[in-house]
């Protein structure tokens, strides 16, 4: 349209759903964005689908008809929010994928793939334990993308090491809370026949670090989950966490700017940019820590 | 002795005219108007055409929802496990739907189906036992969640055929079918409320119960009746909504309950049963969208939405009480 | 069975949580009669009936109407065989207008989904309120009617069903006697149609008046029927109470009245009444008289600050208040008696001891906690000087028989000595014996100098109780008679007094 | 109003309503033991002395905010912001719970202020205008949702002192902290409610608020009280929920109203107001988390314990009601 090209004297208007602003990572993300974004000069429309992609589906609607420059999605569900890609991309408007994906293809997708995630975490499990031991599993809300995904990866990992065995696993609702209360139960019903717990994001590994404690049992039990929260790296550095998968917001945020200003302005933009995990552990937790 | 009471009646009849047929519901409306205007003002992008448009096509799942709450409340009852429906029928709705296997009428039917039976069974278990609707659909709401997964293997049920993506995505002459659909069922609910038998027993069952039994009504029936309907228009949604997004979420409808109820009640449906109407219901449902779209495009920030969100929807059911009040 | 019975029971038993509230009872209707059902509150008529009409089932027993099995069980059935009734709580629908509530589950013959003609229905309901001589807007929401109104929406009701046998369980109570006049002649036309009437009632002289057969129950036993011309009033309150029973009214005993209580001047209330005042002096009763709806209650209400008042002042001893709620009223010592007591009156959920000292509770308290055993005791000690039937101070009051909430409602407002006291309808749907003990009670309070302020529909309890008795029509005060002069010819001809500056009224 | 319509409503909840006072609470606590012993039967690990003392630790956090709950439906109210009060209650005292920052006393004492500014916000909102509790409620969850956000910035406040977190997570001669607090705040709102003026009003305004009115009673006052004292066992709760997670999360307590709530109806709090009784409330919470502990032992698949977790729930109270039943 008229305005986008060559960056006239109109500021960019990019508008962003976010899966929800109530997940520290999702923030982290949003945050980058925003410091990206008053950097270039761009404004930036926020909104919140609070986890409900046809509120995503909605929010992408208002974006096609306050005509901004371009969006970015950090997509609630891979099928779901789809819809919201088509749309976009009918009304000519350029769409980038934040974080996870969508089944139809966007523009352009910034992120990391959440199987590779949980593949790192249950390898690291599966290695520290020399691959034989009893896991439990924490899932997310069950039925959503990232705990779909996060179940895949654990999966294909656990299917390799075949004296590896899930115990047990149950959802944890994301919730530290919650977690603790599961890991609790499960320790009056299995107790030291647990070795490995992995939780599908930090809260409910460290919610699962809490109980293990109480019960006097962390030692024997390694606790791995994703996401790499500050509270998940001090746990990493004190010891009782034993290990998280490092996301890096600060890259997609940026990067999602960048690619979004580029399609918005016509100008040539990378498809696909694949910002890889990396394992923290005591070995390395130091150069994640901020300072 | 008939002399008497002529001045009396007078008044009588005006204090109460005012209050229950008349401006009462317009005091919402005016409320409702009031926010409109004020987005009107503050942003250029509220008052188009294909933003009016959204609005009411991000309402119409919210709003089938609460029509069919509505119904419920009137009785005196509630129904918690509307969200759950959506997902369950969604999912029914979503496995029936895949390209070149059905034609597209069978998802729809197995949708409703679905979210009939819900309902049937919810009222048989308010009606057959003693215990409280709260704690009933509660139960059903968790057991609906829990079938939903279970039907989904606890995954998205996606690749829906286009002409099943058309029900709730599509467009008749420029007009979104969801906007079709909800007037046709607004005007239905209205209509089974205000002018059928069952509709009236609805509002005797919910006024007083005795009362209502003593007169010969079935109670239990009419009961059935409510829960059942309730279940159909979440059946409903569920579809729509399944449509929409070209998936079958099982965890779909989460918390829709509330919001649903929260319209109800805005509207003016009374919590302890026996008063509430189809147009207030659906003013409720306007406000709660229009005040979420308009904080969207003044781009107020995530958290201070929640928090002018709260504040607007106390506000003007405020300001549509003292309207009562200052009528009265 | 003759030829004439319609209906008949046989042996019927009912208990509630292990009391027996009918214990083999036997009743035999005829067409055509007014059959009067007597008994003291908690005897068991109400029960009675509401198995009759299908709202409660037996645990046995046989009823046969029209020669056939009528133990369905179910109302709706039993109604459209030809049996209405009027009950005792006005069963309605407070949202719904008059003419949807006489015609609430008869709207249309055939299912739940067929059309409503409300404009059909409300026409009809007029006409039927026309006939009947009573002025109700078939149109108005009944939870905008005064209890009197309702009353007579229930008798509309029961008599539109073309019924063959009409209960009526106390239809007039909030009745006036003008109301009371109508009722009789819709029954005089429907029994001589060959209706056959149940009629209960605690009025007295409303049995002499138009019953044919009375048949007497007492503790849930059937004592006995007699043809209503072989009794006498002492005759049947012996076979009711099982005793006979003194003088209804105390013995004026001539104490002087002391300084002025309260004191109303010009008080005015836009539209409901206007240009009212009097004084009451501790130790006297004033009865206000008047017809339905000539405001009596609306003064009440105003006085004990539960509506606005628009003009006029409101004087305690002499001094100047101003009252906007009823904890202003309470604090200058008013208490107020509703004549609704299910929806003024007590708290159903909760028990005789707890309904007899909420009113006083901080009197039963040190600090925040209440002291069991004292308040179990003024409980106690309240319900015997009331006579309240109940199965101990721990029933709920939900399970009472309506004359005996009546008496905790009074007993409530008693135990927090008010100085004034406003008694609205204070013996509605109370039994004759209970009748006495509350004249008795209110006459022990007017002695310990509690101003009292007595309205009633019942002019020989206005005439019985009273010192002084004003008398409005038409929200306005048309005379103020001493005891000397009022008579019952006096007061119906100032309660039916037209005020010339109101002008011509009616069509 | 005049007339007595609303005492008549409550008439047809009797059924529901002889649990009050007497035998029926025994039906619930059959109920519950039922199922301890079935679990018993069915898993050796059920019936040991540190799993239960486990289950009433994890109960002990939904339990303290049904009996706040319990004090509002008790009056005929609704808190619907109990949640969102357990997150800004710990949000604001973790903000305090800095090592070396204030002595404990002080992140206690703010945050219990939150909570109590919080729920005395409630009750002025709901007793100075017409707004239905349900509305005013639901509209502060969103404002609290909010506000907690805001405060936190979206994320989790960590690193507190050990001393704080020892509140909700040490132990006292082998007894969890918990345990204690959740024994004394059970007696306390027992007391307030079976044996101070206060309590009894409580049950007069919600069995008939104008026969409460008539009364003398301050209908107003034991309405603020009773949403004071609902914020304050919140605030208790959302200290004693970041304590044992050694975080103030913005988003704890998202769904807890609805837990509290189910508790307090599963124990025979009427919803229509009127009666309830604290250990009604103790005993449905604990068959909350009896359940959901049982289920977790018998490691019963996630989608089957939503489905057998609702079955559950109804069972038990209609066993209640059939209970009720043979003895009314
Ligand atoms: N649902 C109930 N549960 C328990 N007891 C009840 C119930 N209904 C009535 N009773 C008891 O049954 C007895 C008979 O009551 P009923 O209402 O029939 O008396 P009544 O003769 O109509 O009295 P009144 O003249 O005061 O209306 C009373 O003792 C009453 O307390
Ligand atoms: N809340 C109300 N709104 C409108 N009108 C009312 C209201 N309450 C009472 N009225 C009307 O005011 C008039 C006066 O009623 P009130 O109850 O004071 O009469 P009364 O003299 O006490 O007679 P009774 O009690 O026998 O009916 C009645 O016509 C009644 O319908
Ligand atoms: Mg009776
Ligand atoms: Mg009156």
Same mark, same amino acid.
């Given at each position: ?79 779901? @929010? ?21 089944? +139809? ?11 590779? @995630?949980?593949? !790192? ?35 294909? !990992? ?12 149950? +959802? ?81 945020? @940026? ?19 694949? !910002? ?5 552990? +005591? ?9 | ?66 029509? =069919? ?12 496990? $509307? ?25 729809? &039917? ?36 829990? &079938?939903? &997964? $279970? ?79 309730? =279940? ?86 405020? &300001? ?9 | ?7 008949? /029971? ?64 179910? /109302? ?185 209580? %309260? ?32 405001? #009596? ?23 100047? /208040? ?73 029933? %709920? ?15 409530? #407002? ?26 008795? %009670? ?66």
């Amino acid at each position: 349209s008229e305005k986008g090209a060559g960056g006239g004297s109109k500021k960019l208007v990019v508008g962003v759903t976010m899966l929800s602003m109530q997940n520290e990572f999702i923030v982290n993300v949003h945050d980058e964005m925003a410091k990206k974004a008053e950097a270039e000069g761009v404004d930036l429309i926020t909104v919140d689908a609070e986890r409900s992609p046809l509120k995503q589906v909605e929010q992408v609607e208002s974006f096609i008809a306050q005509k901004v420059d371009a969006i970015i999605m950090n997509p609630c569900e891979v099928e779901a @929010s789809s819809p919201a890609v088509t749309k976009a991309l009918a009304a000519g408007i350029p769409i980038i994928n934040v974080n996870s994906e969508t089944s +139809t293809k966007p523009s352009a997708f910034v992120g990391s793939d959440d199987v590779e @995630s949980a593949r !790192i975490a249950m390898k690291f499990i599966a290695e520290k334990l020399g691959g034989k031991g009893n896991v439990v599993m924490m899932h997310g809300y069950m039925g959503q993308a990232a705990q779909i995904k996060r179940e895949q990866g654990a999966r294909e !990992i656990l299917k390799q090491y075949p004296n590896l065995k899930l115990l047990a696993q149950q +959802t944890g609702e994301w919730d530290r809370a919650k977690a603790m209360s599961l890991m609790e139960n499960w320790i009056q019903s299995y107790g030291p026949q647990i070795n490995a717990v992995f939780a599908h994001n930090d809260e409910m590994g460290l919610g699962a670090v809490k109980a293990l404690e109480d019960a006097g049992l962390k030692s024997k039990v390694i606790v791995v989950s994703i996401d790499a929260i500050p509270d998940a790296l001090q746990a990493v550095k004190k010891g009782t966490l034993d290990a998280t998968v490092f996301q890096n917001a600060e890259q997609q945020g @940026s990067k999602a700017i960048e690619t979004a200003l580029k399609a918005a302005k016509r100008q040539a933009f990378e498809k696909q940019t694949l !910002i890889p995990f990396q394992l923290v552990t +005591t070995a390395n937790v130091a150069t994640f820590l901020k300072p | 002795m008939k002399n008497g009471f002529t001045t009396s009646f007078n008044q009588v009849s005006t204090s109460y005219k005012t209050r229950v047929q008349g401006i009462g519901k317009y005091g919402l409306l005016a409320a409702f108007l009031l926010i409109c205007i004020a987005l009107s003002v503050l942003t250029p992008r509220f008052l188009t055409v294909q933003n009016l448009m959204i609005i009411v096509t991000q309402v119409s799942i919210n709003a089938l929802l609460a029509f =069919g709450v509505t119904f419920v409340i009137i009785t005196g009852g509630i129904d918690l496990s $509307i969200g759950s429906m959506v997902a369950v029928t969604g999912v029914v709705a979503a496995s029936f739907a895949h390209p070149d296997t059905f034609p597209v009428a069978v998802p729809l &039917l197995m949708g409703l189906l679905a979210g009939v039976a819900f309902g049937a069974f919810n009222g048989f278990v308010v009606t057959r036992s003693n215990v409280p609707p709260f704690i009933v659909t509660l139960g059903t709401m968790t057991i609906g969640r829990g &079938l939903a &997964l $279970i039907l989904s293997n606890g995954r998205p049920v996606s690749n829906l055929s286009d002409s099943f993506n058309f029900i709730g995505g599509g467009k008749v002459l420029g007009v979104p079918t969801l906007i079709i659909l909800l007037i046709v069922a607004f005007i239905s609910c209205t209509i089974v409320l205000r002018k059928t038998v069952l509709g009236r027993y609805m509002y005797a069952v919910g006024g007083n119960e005795q009362a209502a039994r003593a007169s010969g009504i079935r109670v239990g029936a009419v009961k059935m009746a409510v829960y059942t309907l309730c =279940g159909g228009l979440a059946a409903l949604a569920g579809i729509l909504l399944t449509s929409r997004i070209t998936t079958g979420q099982p965890n779909a409808g989460a918390g829709f309950e509330l919001d649903a109820i929260a319209a109800a009640i805005i509207g003016g449906t009374s919590t302890s049963g026996g008063s509430g109407t189809m147009t207030g219901t659906l003013i409720g449902a306007l406000l709660i969208g229009v005040i979420s779209n308009g904080l969207d495009l003044l781009n107020v920030t995530s958290y201070y939405q929640q928090v002018v969100m709260g504040i607007i929807i106390i506000g003007a059911v405020v &300001l549509d009480s003292l309207h009562n009040k200052t009528n009265a | 069975m003759t030829s004439d019975t319609i209906l008949q /029971v046989r042996g019927l038993t009912k208990t509630f949580s292990g009391v027996k509230a009918l214990d083999d009872v036997q009743l035999t209707i005829r067409k055509g009669e007014v059959h009067a059902l007597m008994g003291e509150n908690g005897a068991g008529k109400s029960t009675l009936m509401k198995i009759l009409i299908g709202l409660l089932t037996p645990d046995s027993g046989e009823i046969l109407f029209e020669g056939n099995d009528l133990t369905t069980g179910n /109302v709706g059935d039993v109604l459209k065989r030809g049996i209405s009734m009027i009950h005792q709580e006005m069963l309605m629908i407070p949202e719904l207008t008059v003419a949807q509530n006489i015609f609430l589950g008869r709207e249309r013959s055939g299912g739940l989904l067929r059309w409503l003609d409300d404009r059909r229905l409300t026409e009809k309901a007029g006409a039927l309120l026309e006939q009947m001589g009573v002025a109700i807007r078939p149109d108005m929401p009944v939870k905008y009617l005064s209890v009197a109104q309702m009353q007579m929406v229930e008798i509309a009701r029961a008599i539109s069903n073309n019924a063959s046998v009409i209960i009526m369980d106390e239809p007039t109570s909030a009745l006036a006697d003008a109301e009371v006049a109508t009722l009789f002649r819709i029954i005089g036309e429907l029994t001589r149609q060959g209706v056959a009437i149940i009629y209960i009632s605690h009025k007295m002289d409303e049995i002499f008046t138009i019953a044919d057969t009375v048949t007497v129950l007492r503790d849930g036993k059937y004592i006995a029927t007699r043809p209503a011309a072989e009794l006498d009033i002492d005759t049947l309150i012996a076979l009711m109470v099982g005793r006979k029973l003194d003088s209804l009214f105390p013995v004026p005993d001539g104490v002087p009245a002391g300084e002025v209580m %309260l004191s109303v001047d010009g008080l005015g209330r836009r539209g409901v009444f206007a240009d009212i005042s009097f004084e009451v002096r501790a130790g006297e009763v004033l009865g206000i008289a008047g017809l339905m709806g000539a405001g #009596r209650t609306e003064i009440a209400r105003a006085i004990f600050g539960l509506d606005r008042i628009s003009q006029g002042e409101i004087r305690i001893r002499g001094k100047r /208040v101003v009252i906007h709620s009823p904890q202003d009223a309470i604090g200058h010592g008013i208490g107020y008696v509703s004549e609704d007591r299910k929806g003024w009156g007590f708290i159903p959920g909760m028990s005789v001891r707890e309904n007899l000292t909420l009113a006083s509770l901080r009197k039963w308290s040190s600090g925040p906690f209440i002291r069991d055993k004292q308040e179990r005791d003024v409980a106690t000690a309240m319900m015997g000087e009331l006579n309240v039937k109940a199965t101990g101070p721990d029933q %709920l009051v939900t399970y009472l028989s309506g004359g005996n909430q009546q008496k905790v409602v009074i007993g409530n #407002r008693l135990l927090a000595q008010p100085a004034i006291l406003i008694l609205d309808e204070p013996t509605r749907g109370i039994d004759i014996g209970a009748k006495a003990e509350i004249y008795r %009670l209110i006459h022990q309070w007017q002695q310990r100098g509690v101003a009292i302020i007595m309205i009633s529909s019942e002019l020989p309890e206005i005439l019985g109780m009273s010192d002084r008795i004003m008398v409005l029509a038409q929200g306005k005060q048309t005379t103020m008679l001493s005891r000397h002069e009022a008579s019952q010819e006096t007061i119906m001809r100032y309660a039916m007094h037209r005020d010339r500056d109101t002008g011509p009224t009616g069509e």
